[in-house]
């Protein structure tokens, strides 16, 4: 009875020496274990690793709200709030950029070849993708795109829908926020000749998948067969013994073909562009028809603390610029703090500037124009890891 009375006793005294401080630290110790339990962090998809740190955010933040809940007075919970700081977890913004550098790769790998419905091999399925959209070759529709914790986010109005991209082999597995997934494959870049072309005098030029096509005008339709050798396309008309030859102006673009006869130039074609549904949800089945479920976006919710901004992106940012002085602020920021460890007096007299720089850093952040790119993004994360590794090793 004694030792279960001084048991209880030194539960209530341990429940009452809590202070939100330490609160804190343990819901952000707990946080910091449940992200180093993420390992084999190169073999997981981009989808998992994604998934696991969303997982462990969403907990962080259910726990938040519940030791808020338990604190009754204001001046508790302003403590709380300002010891709950995400930056003393830097697990989390290694993986954020593991996870950011994974998708960052796929991207790369990606940029200048096509790709099409491995399952469907629809020629309306094809796309390309650069540094800022994706675009169908055979659609009018383009989808702008941007990195957000590591989560290719496309934003059409204010709705914003999140991809993943995990390159398996010379196909790409593209992954929607549900789990859904299909499989796209790279195809030679020439097949993009696959679709309609306009030329003048209102004459159109199909190239089928078969090898076989179709010229056709007003009032006249000639069938033909067609090989493809590199950037040549040598089209042949039966019982005709000239050929034509087909080559992209523009192959970075494939929206342009000039057709030789007899290796004089003999016309040029501009790529026919039909306007194809709002969403990106065909991607997975291959269905084109404009629907209203097709029309239906994820709502997507950034993990990060602090959410981006839905301000229009304006085109270019002096984004280099600011991470330039953000950098170099943070590098003397350390050497400040630890000539303040060692006991050096003169950290006294530089902590002044430092306050100003701050301010100015601050200001800079604040009035920054246009968005980050995936590449600065990476930047921003490292210099904040930089500084994490830092202050931890003080």
Do not use: H
């Not at 209530?12 to 809590?18: E, H, Q, R």
């Not at 790409?172 to 000749?193: D, F, L, Q, S, T």
């Amino acid at each position: 009875m004694k030792k279960l009375w001084w048991s209880a006793l030194c539960i209530l005294l341990l429940f009452g020496c809590t202070t939100p401080e330490k609160k804190a630290k343990e819901i952000l110790d707990e946080f910091s274990k449940e992200l180093t339990a993420i390992t084999n962090v190169e073999n997981l998809s981009a989808y998992d690793l994604s998934n696991r740190i969303d997982e462990a955010y969403a907990r962080l933040l259910e726990n938040q709200k519940k030791a808020r809940k338990e604190l009754k007075k204001a001046e508790q919970k302003e403590l709380f709030d300002e010891a709950l700081d995400i930056n003393e977890v830097p697990v989390y913004f290694s993986l954020l950029e593991a996870l950011t550098n994974k998708q960052l790769a796929v991207l790369e790998n990606m940029k200048g070849n096509v790709w099409i419905n491995a399952q469907s091999e629809k020629i309306s399925s094809m796309f390309m993708i650069d540094s800022k959209n994706l675009s169908f070759i055979n659609l009018s529709n383009k989808f702008a795109y941007e990195l957000v914790n590591g989560k290719i986010v496309f934003k059409r109005g204010n709705e914003s829908t999140p991809l993943f991209f995990d390159l398996e082999g010379n196909n790409v597995n593209i992954r929607n926020e549900k789990g859904e997934n299909c499989i796209y494959k790279k195809m030679p870049i020439e097949n993009a000749i696959w679709g309609d072309w306009n030329g003048d005098f209102l004459c159109m030029t199909v190239f089928q998948k078969n090898g076989k096509g179709i010229k056709q005008g007003i009032n006249w339709k000639d069938d033909f067969t067609y090989k493809i050798n590199k950037n040549k396309v040598t089209v042949k008309y039966p019982g005709v013994k000239g050929v034509d030859v087909f080559s992209y102006i523009a192959p970075q673009k494939l929206k342009q073909i000039e057709c030789r006869y007899d290796g004089v130039v003999d016309r040029q074609y501009e790529r026919r562009t039909d306007r194809g549904p709002e969403a990106l949800n065909f991607l997975f089945d291959g269905n084109l028809k404009n629907t209203e479920a097709e029309k239906v976006q994820v709502s997507y919710t950034s993990s990060a603390k602090d959410k981006a901004s839905k301000a229009d992106v304006k085109a270019g940012n002096d984004w280099d610029s600011v991470l330039d002085d953000y950098e170099e602020y943070f590098d003397k920021y350390v050497k400040l703090l630890k000539k303040a460890q060692s006991g050096d007096v003169s950290a006294l007299t530089e902590y002044a500037e430092m306050l100003e720089k701050a301010q100015s850093i601050g200001s800079k952040l604040e009035s920054a124009k246009g968005e980050l790119t995936p590449k600065q993004s990476a930047r921003f994360l490292k210099i904040q890891q930089k500084l994490l590794n830092a202050a931890s090793d003080l």
